[in-house]
Structure formats: C-alpha cells, structure tokens
C-alpha cells in the first residue's frame, strides 16, 4: 500500500562519521572461520563446478566460504539479470542446476571446510515479459504480480489497485524507497505475515541442504525490521547485507546490524579513487566498523555500472594491487570476485563450463571466465592474512607522493606500488 512520510534525508556527503559510535580502529582477523575468513563469490557458476573448485583450489587458498547466485527459480532469459528475477520459491531450478545438485555442492565444499553461501533474493518478484505471461527456469509460469506463491494483494500497490505500484524514484523519501516497486519489479510487502512466512519458509528449505550463511540482496529496499522477521528464525552462521547508498539516500546502513553485517558498495568506492588517482594515503582511515562489514573490491552490480566507479578485472594489475591491499589490510571481512568475460551489459555467462573434463580450465582475461580468484598473489595473501591475523598494522608509510603504501603486521611486511601503472 503506498503511504507517505515525512523525509529522514540522509546526506552521502557525511557518510564518514555514520557509524561512530561503533568505530573501532584496526580488528585482528581470526583464522580460518566464516565469520572472519576470507570468502569469494563464484558469479554465474554451475553447481558442478563450485564443487570441483571447493575440492580443488578453495579449500587449498584458504578461501573459507563461496558465494553462490540465487537458487531459486527465475525468470527463463539468458541475461545475467534474470537470476535476480524470482519465479518462486519451492524449486530450486536455475542456471547453476537443480536442488539435487546444490545439496551434492553444499556436502562437497563442506567437506574440504567451504561454506556455501546462497545469495538471497527477498525484495522483489519478476516482472513479465511484453506478452504479460513469463516462465521460469523450472517451467512455472507467472504473470504481472500473480506467481504460484503470491498472490497481487502480498505486494505493495496503489490504493484501490492492486495491478501497479508507484515506482522508486526518490531516494530522500524512505517509504517511497521501501515501498515502490524498483526497476519495474513488483515490490513484496515483507511487512506482512504471509510473505514472511513464505520467504521463512525459502530460508528454511536452503537450510535443509545445509546452507546456513546467506547474503540478503538489495537489502536497503527492505526495512532491517522486515529483514529481520523472516530471517530471524534462521540457524546462521553468516549473514551479509548489500547496502548501495546513492545521494540523499534516507536509510542509514548501520539500522542493518540487527540483523548480520553489511556490504557497502562505498568501500569500492574509495579503493577505486585511491588506486586510481594513486593517492593511497586516505586508506588507513576507514570509517566503518571493521567486524560489521564484508568489503570487496567489486561485484556483479558494480562491474556493470557507468560510469564505473569501481575497479575490475580491465583494470589489470591496478585491479590486482587493490584485492592485495584488502587481503593484507586487517579490515572488514574480504570478499573476493569470480567473473567471465564480457563485452555488453546484458550478457549472460559463458556456455562452456569452467572446469574442462581433461582437467583444464577455461580461465584467463582470454578465456570466457576470467577467475580473478585465482590470481596467483591473492594465495600468498590470504596466507599472509592468516598468519598474521592477530597483528594490527604498525610502521605505515606513504611514498612517492602517495603513489606507494607500506606496513607491517606482526612479523609481516607490505609494499604496493601503484606508480607507472
């Protein structure tokens, strides 16, 4: 139901000092637990093959959880888009394979000490196509606010109609945020019992196969409080939430954890400026609660932003000077992308399957999956944040005009030069 409020403006400006009453300096990082580990999100890749890196190359490097795309049933589209489109769910159907598939993926990576970690859809449902009848990857079909689970009166709507909703178009006003419909997709009510008790019920299923750490998509389109009522049951070992805050956002990020630790798209942000301009002086003073946040340097969202505000795997060693620093740097939870290759926003994954029977692989900036996890140096950091990880960063220095940053942690040392590149 759309409903108006007075405007909490919240200004990106003066984001800063947002959390700081919880600021904390410099946390040491255990080793090797989820709650602290380092972790990598596998975008796009077949259950099959999560399995076969978890045996062969995660567990190995370190890298104590994976995030999975969305395993609910989807809307049928080839884009990568599509896997954040939900038809329902009871079917576990997607592009990564079926629920039997999953839980042989889930049992495999948790026998070698991966935690898998399914990436949450809850805000929203597909919208239909241009004929107004749309399928899922699992054959349901749906139409415009109608799906097998929901019904048009369990999303939010106009008064007196429950065939259309108003549209995110204000991020000052934070029922208009919360309530609307973003990007055209219609808006779940996930204040009200029925949704939650469905969206319980998804999280409870994932539970079963033995997932139990689970990152929340476009949370801030939800309230923490709606969050929290249907994952609030949930046995979780992890919980992350995706936080983008664009200008005059009204939410602050830190009402979120109540409910697990958060993403913020800003930690990008400024690892993108800083390497960038080749001015890494700023990055000692994060501003954010060290043990409440995932950081990463990119994802699927920010990878297809333009302008781009982020680096990404184009940016070669750039791009790779900025994860070392993340691993080597005792800040947040570190949060490593897995991608392919491509050229147009729209485009889905590659057809071909990243572990070849013969044993090879198709990764490499040349091959159609590019694997920046397995950049030969973000092994020996993910080593060095280990051994090091009850070791706060001591003997900061800058050089070469900002150009260079160094410490040491423990009996460690750091060095990245970004001058010339």
């Not at 409870?204 to 994952?231: C, K, P, V």
């Amino acid at each position: 139901m759309r409903r108006s409020t007075p405007a909490c403006t919240y200004d990106r400006s003066a984001c800063i000092p947002f959390l700081g009453l919880l600021l904390l300096g410099q946390q040491a990082v255990a080793q090797g637990t989820s709650a602290t580990g380092v972790l990598v999100q596998l975008f796009e890749w077949s259950y099959s093959d999560i399995a076969l890196e978890c045996e062969t190359y995660l567990a190995q490097a370190g890298i104590v959880g994976v995030q999975i795309s969305p395993p609910q049933e989807a809307i049928e589209d080839p884009a990568w888009w599509s896997r954040y489109q939900p038809v329902g769910f009871t079917k576990l159907v997607s592009r990564s394979g079926d629920q039997a598939a999953l839980l042989d993926t889930v049992r495999r990576c948790q026998a070698v000490g991966v935690q898998v970690i399914a990436d949450v859809v809850a805000n929203h449902m597909a919208a239909p196509p241009a004929g107004g009848t749309g399928t899922g990857t699992a054959g349901t079909t749906f139409q415009n606010r109608t799906f097998a689970d929901f019904a048009p009166t369990d999303f939010h709507h106009w008064n007196g109609s429950t065939a259309g909703n108003c549209g995110v178009d204000n991020f000052a006003d934070r029922v208009n945020v919360q309530t609307c419909d973003f990007n055209g997709l219609p808006d779940l009510n996930t204040t009200s019992s029925v949704v939650q008790s469905k969206l319980s019920q998804y999280i409870g299923l994932l539970h079963s196969l033995g997932i139990t750490a689970f990152r929340l998509d476009s949370a801030l389109l939800m309230s923490a409080s709606d969050i929290q009522g249907f994952m609030g049951t949930a046995e979780a070992s992890l919980v992350y939430q995706e936080i983008t805050l664009p200008p005059r956002c009204t939410i602050a990020p830190q009402e979120y954890l109540i409910n697990g630790k958060i993403v913020l798209q800003d930690y990008a942000y400024s690892m993108f400026t800083a390497f960038k301009s080749g001015q890494l002086q700023g990055l000692q003073a994060q501003p954010y609660a060290s043990d409440k946040l995932i950081v990463n340097i990119d994802s699927h969202d920010l990878q297809r932003q333009s302008p781009l505000t982020s680096l990404t795997y184009t940016d070669g060693k750039l791009y790779e000077l900025a994860n070392i620093f993340m691993l080597a740097y005792p800040y947040g939870q570190p949060l490593l992308m897995s991608s392919y290759s491509f050229s147009a926003f729209n485009q889905g994954p590659p057809s071909v399957p990243v572990h070849g029977a013969d044993g090879s692989l198709s990764c490499g900036t040349d091959q159609p999956w590019v694997c920046e996890h397995r950049t030969p140096s973000y092994k020996v950091m993910i080593n060095f944040r280990n051994h090091t990880s009850q070791a706060l960063v001591t003997d900061w220095q800058i050089l070469m005009g900002g150009a260079m940053v160094a410490f040491s942690r423990g009996s460690g040392f750091v060095a990245i030069n970004t001058a010339g590149i």
